[in-house]
């Protein structure tokens, strides 16, 4: 079993800055990539920011330059620094892990739960 601790979300007036953690724990050999999506009210959930096992970044282009995604190996921990936040940030924000249970195994998927950022005065 897998499991995502989520948390850091909330109500943030415009311009100001929230930072999401999340946390991975159970069978887990090795990660993939860690990431944080998000899904607005009548949207699609999309990618935000993304970090590879190796360390590369990529982020939406809607995010570049006001968000930073961060890893801790140990724990297992995924961070999104988010700064000069603006309404139309506001979504539910869900953590995404691509993992190993082994050596051998495929890649697998997790999802946390999501936690919801607001942005409005």
């Known amino acids: 079993q897998v499991q995502l601790a989520e948390s850091g979300g909330g109500l943030v007036q415009p311009g100001g800055s929230l930072r999401l953690s999340c946390a991975a724990s159970g069978s887990i050999f090795s990660f993939d990539a860690m990431g944080w999506y998000r899904q607005a009210p009548g949207n699609q959930r999309e990618l935000v920011a993304i970090?590879?096992?190796?360390?590369?970044?990529d982020y939406a282009d809607s995010v570049k330059g006001r968000f930073t995604i961060s890893r801790d190996n140990t724990p297992n921990t995924v961070y999104l620094q988010m700064q000069s936040l603006k309404p139309e940030d506001t979504a539910v924000y869900y953590c995404?892990?691509?993992?190993?249970?082994?050596?051998?195994?495929?890649?697998?998927?997790?999802w946390g739960q999501g936690t919801q950022v607001t942005v409005s005065s």
């Open positions: 970090i590879s096992s190796g360390g590369s970044t």
């Open positions: 995404n892990v691509r993992f190993k249970r082994s050596r051998y195994d495929f890649t697998r998927d997790f």
